[in-house]
């Protein structure tokens, strides 16, 4: 008689304990094995768990709010976290404070996964906890498992029927509705159904949801004013800061931004993210000192860290070569080459190492050589490779070589070729401008650029209204073609999109649009720092399996429906401690 098959052993069950203090870690890992966790790993310090949690999935995570010195805490863990998209939605993260701290951790209760421990507690606490956060996964799992097949929309509207019938868990599902709608292009929906969840519950991520709703429809002005407001009723809302920091970037307004940003790295004093910000802020607005303290305390924090954007080690080098720091360059420069070995393939990090480059040469009075480096970088001005940040970048080299009165003929040149490209907005016309503040006149000559493009848009857009709209494309496509700025580009379609019908050949028109795009490249829609676009303060952030090591799923906007008004009759809910998550298949 054969033997029956054993069933397959169950998986591991992996646990993080996160606490500087051993007896308190030895309780909690005691607990945790009676519950059932296989394995554990323990780490006494914030920077050994954010590395650990880069490179391992854990099913639970426990971590102590407070660790003393030094600043850290585990608020501050969890939102870098989260912004780099290193927390799946599979595990269950829970913040353990003492009764004195629990007003620290109201902003845990906001943005935690899963919520917070208040110690003492005991292990049956602990059990039912654990249980419930895992109970909720289970109850949302047929959201995850939609945008496991990349059915995004239909994951959405999950997210609404959960929401307007107030099933178990219709806040949290909101939440991760209401960004579904934000990625899918329809800003509108998502607004509204931020804006019913704040009559539902009055909840801040859901304020801020309209705030982050209004800038991505073009209307920052407008969420400058709903963020103060909501940091008027919380001015310890460190997210609110990070999103009202973004508004006042993409307005132009700097000198409230590095204020903003100020206020928020203070709230959070260990922050990779945020001190990036402010530090990168400071260069721009031409704070060197500032800038060196703040980037340099980044990267001693991070710079091992998927957290980290090497473009603040550009930025640092720049700073450290203003206070002719041999030493500082040299170090920065001995880590351009550890990170050149980890990302050989990234020609991103290859034009950082050779800015930094450049600027060791000027900073040894290499003049010859440098200049050489500087016009191999210039060569690349007129490829659909070379970015805006990249524009920015050689346009802060060029100005220490005007400032270093090193002669450079075709400085000028370059310069209006880099304003001309991408100074498209008040933002990015401005962030460009102050990495050319070393040398005044390249300042001002980007800042003419915006003025000739908007010229040169209000005459297209006068020959279309008297009549000529096919001119109207064709003198946008001539400038587009000479300048590679995308903005003609893009009105260019639009005038064609709206006459079409009145045109002799919009099908030649078009073929030229479609010729240029790919010479011309891609250009940020708004000014922003570094790489900031998988790092949504207040959102939540949607990862599939598919998708994970690669960037966030792309969505792409389907037609836009209607969002039926959200009115049903109020129901009671645990409270819900939702955030940004990471999204993988539930275990």
Same mark, same amino acid.
């Given at each position: ?11 591991? #069950?992996?646990?993080?304990? #996160? ?72 595990? &269950?993260?829970?913040? &353990? ?51 496991? *097949? ?68 073009? /209307? ?79 990267? &001693? ?48 990090? /290859? ?22 480096? &500087?016009? *191999? ?68 000559? #980007? ?11 209000? *005459? ?128």
């Amino acid at each position: 008689m054969a033997s029956e098959k054993e069933p397959p052993a169950p998986p591991p #069950v992996l646990a993080l304990v #996160v606490d500087s203090n051993a007896t308190s870690r030895s309780i909690l890992v005691s607990q945790l094995r009676e519950y059932g966790v296989t394995r554990i790993v323990q780490c006494t310090r914030v920077q050994d768990a954010r590395s650990r949690l880069e490179h391992t999935v854990f099913d639970y995570v426990l971590c102590e709010q407070s660790f003393g010195e030094g600043g850290y805490s585990g608020q501050t863990l969890l939102d870098d976290l989260r912004r780099a998209q290193l927390l799946p939605f599979s595990t &269950v993260f829970f913040m &353990v404070t003492s009764e004195a701290s629990y007003a620290a951790v109201a902003e845990a209760a906001e943005s935690a996964l899963d919520g917070y421990l208040l110690k003492p507690f005991t292990p049956s606490a602990l059990f039912e906890r654990l249980g419930l956060a895992r109970l909720r996964k289970v109850h949302l799992k047929p959201i995850f498992d939609a945008m496991e *097949a990349q059915d995004f929309e239909g994951a959405a509207r999950l997210c609404v029927e959960r929401f307007e019938s107030r099933k178990p868990y219709w806040l949290y599902a909101a939440r991760i509705g209401s960004e579904l709608l934000l990625r899918l292009g329809r800003h509108d929906e998502a607004r509204t159904l931020f804006e019913a969840v704040i009559e539902a519950r009055a909840l801040p991520w859901a304020k801020l949801g309209v705030a982050r709703a209004q800038i991505e429809s073009g /209307q920052a002005v407008r969420a400058v004013t709903t963020l103060q407001e909501l940091i008027g009723e919380d001015a310890t809302f460190a997210d609110a800061y990070d999103v009202l920091g973004r508004a006042q970037v993409e307005l132009g307004n700097f000198s409230q931004a590095i204020e903003t940003y100020r206020t928020a790295s203070t709230l959070t004093p260990d922050s990779v993210v945020r001190l990036q910000k402010l530090g990168m802020m400071s260069y721009y607005m031409g704070d060197r000192e500032a800038a060196t303290k703040t980037l340099s305390r980044a990267a &001693v924090l991070g710079i091992d860290s998927k957290l980290f954007d090497f473009q603040s080690l550009v930025l640092l080098t720049f700073a450290y070569f203003a206070e002719n720091d041999r030493k500082g360059i040299e170090r920065c420069m001995a880590d351009f080459a550890r990170i050149l070995e980890r990302h050989h393939g990234s020609a991103r990090v /290859q034009r950082f190492a050779e800015v930094a480059r450049a600027l060791q040469l000027i900073q040894q009075r290499q003049f010859s050589q440098a200049v050489d480096a &500087v016009r *191999a970088m210039a060569r690349e001005i007129g490829t659909s490779h070379f970015d805006f940040e990249a524009a920015c970048n050689l346009g802060s080299l060029l100005a220490v070589l005007a400032a270093t009165s090193i002669d450079l003929p075709e400085g000028e040149g370059w310069v209006r070729a880099l304003g001309l490209r991408y100074a498209n907005t008040r933002g990015l016309t401005e962030l460009m401008a102050n990495a050319c503040n070393l040398h005044e006149p390249y300042a001002a000559m #980007v800042r003419d650029c915006l003025q000739h493009i908007n010229k040169t848009a209000e *005459a297209a857009m006068a020959r279309s209204l008297a009549g000529d709209p096919a001119g109207a494309v064709q003198a946008l496509l001539g400038e587009a073609e000479r300048t590679l700025n995308s903005k003609l580009v893009d009105m260019s379609q639009q005038v064609l999109l709206r006459h079409q019908a009145r045109m002799a050949q919009p099908a030649l028109l078009q073929d030229a649009i479609d010729a240029l795009r790919p010479r011309v490249g891609s250009a940020p829609a708004r000014a922003i720092l570094g790489q900031d676009s998988e790092r949504q303060a207040g959102g939540v952030v949607l990862r599939t399996r598919s998708t994970a090591g690669e960037g966030p799923a792309q969505i792409a906007p389907p037609p836009r429906d209607s969002l039926a008004a959200h009115t049903p009759p109020p129901a009671d809910e645990t409270p819900d401690l939702a955030a940004q998550l990471r999204l993988r298949p539930a275990f």
